[in-house]
């Protein structure tokens, strides 16, 4: 393969810069505590997850400190009302971000496009030569796509990136499938609470945590079963190391 410039390649082959730009197209997805799945279902069983454990720890921990019931209501709508803003702001603030990176990966491409024409016409050839196409298929191909600037640019962010536009919801979207997620979760375990104090918020809460987590495996495809399993033995064994821990304090 002939060897690529290297003010735009760094003197690497246009395959070597295709899968340096597919990291950096998967980077622009990710947030710094891990990848979080885009859109508003996601975020919804995400929150569902996160509000109904730290209820349940909450309680639990209500319980051992001897605390009055009578404030269990009253620190609940505390609690849930700041928890609330709190998981809406942040999945916004993580959705804005993800959309800014892509933003900048789409007007760098653009301009590599517009600027760096023939290398882009190898990336591109070394992208379908990767596929299969050879000889004067894969020059068809290539002269088709470099003929329509937009056409060429949605295939790079496709193929040279790996992203995949349609995934990406906006960000207030996604911070409504949050609220849906907490006020859900709270609105359950209240009504346990309320019905039995004794073992409702827990009933509630396992079912909260079973039902996002399975939502969560069958969105991403995987088996729901393994998901939900792993999801609730988390759950338990944080909510365990609460009670035994406050245990220990109050010897």
């Known amino acids: 393969m002939e060897k690529s410039l290297p003010g735009h390649f760094e003197g690497k082959e246009a395959l070597d810069h295709v899968i340096e730009a597919r990291q950096k197209g998967k980077e622009a997805s990710e947030e710094m505590h891990g990848t979080e799945l ?82 882009e016409k190898e990336e591109l050839k070394a992208l379908y030569a990767a596929k299969g196409f050879e000889g004067k298929l894969l020059d068809e191909v290539t002269d088709v796509l470099m003929a329509d600037d937009n056409r060429l640019l949605q295939v790079m962010l496709q193929e040279e990136l790996g992203l995949q536009l349609e995934s990406y919801e906006h960000p207030l979207k996604q911070a409504a499938g949050a609220a849906v997620g907490v006020i859900a979760a709270v609105g359950l375990i209240a009504i346990g609470l309320y019905f039995l104090p004794v073992w409702g918020p827990l009933a509630c809460a396992s079912i909260v945590i079973a039902l996002a987590a399975g939502t969560s495996a069958h969105l991403e495809k995987n088996r729901p079963a393994p998901a939900v399993i792993w999801n609730l033995a988390v759950a338990a064994l944080a909510s365990g190391v609460a009670y035994f821990t406050a245990q220990l304090l109050l010897r």
Do not use: M
């Open 38 to 119: 885009p859109g508003h279902y996601c975020a919804a069983a995400d929150a569902a997850k996160e509000t109904a454990f730290l209820l349940v720890a909450l309680w639990i921990l209500f319980h051992e400190f001897n605390i009055p019931l009578s404030l269990d209501h009253l620190f609940l709508i505390a609690f849930t009302s700041g928890w609330l803003i709190w998981k809406v702001g942040r999945s916004a603030i993580l959705g804005w971000n993800r959309l800014e990176r892509l933003h900048r990966l789409i007007e760098e491409e653009r301009w590599e496009i517009e600027h760096h024409r023939s290398q």
